[in-house]
């Protein structure tokens, strides 16, 4: 058995679902964990700074992000607070391979989730660190960077045509 899933790409239907809630009781299982370890070499393997688990095919709220130079796994996360300044930056997808573009978003942002023990984690995040948290975020709603591009920097959008 392989320890790396498939990246699924932007023609997937489960790139466009959303995703499910995960249960405290879930989050404690061996399997569960086992996912977890899967999905995170997986980010590691495909080189990159996020990964949302509808990536690979699997439609529950859950991504992992490098942020604070740690890979951080946030389940059930939420957005409680945001900035009204925000920023622009170039953005690619795993699922979008070959593109990039920039998208705008808060700058800042206050997030509520469920870490990999299932314990309650809060965090003030801004900058790369906020904008990678919400391009994931955007995963488990079924949103990809290209519906929110300014404009695209490299690669065609394949979504418009
Ligand atoms: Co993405």
């Not at 489960?14 to 061996?30: L, Y």
């Not at 957005?79 to 300044?85: D, G, N, V």
């Amino acid at each position: 058995m392989s320890d790396t899933y498939p990246i699924v790409t932007y023609q997937a239907p489960s790139i466009r679902e959303r995703s499910i809630e995960v249960s405290i009781e879930e989050i404690t299982t061996k399997e569960f964990q086992d996912y977890l370890d899967k999905l995170t070499k997986t980010m590691r393997v495909e080189d990159g700074i996020g990964i949302a688990s509808p990536q690979v095919g699997i439609n529950k709220r859950i991504f992992i992000a490098n942020i604070k130079g740690k890979n951080i796994v946030f389940i059930n996360p939420l957005i409680i607070k945001k900035s009204e300044t925000t920023l622009i930056t170039e953005e690619g997808c795993l699922s979008v391979p070959g593109v990039w573009g920039t998208v705008s978003r808060p700058k800042k942002i206050s997030i509520e989730a469920i870490d990999r023990h299932g314990r309650k984690l809060n965090m003030d995040l801004k900058n790369m660190d906020a904008i990678v948290f919400q391009h994931e975020l955007d995963h488990l709603d079924g949103i990809l960077f290209v519906d929110k591009v300014i404009e695209i920097t490299r690669g065609k959008n394949p979504i418009i045509n």
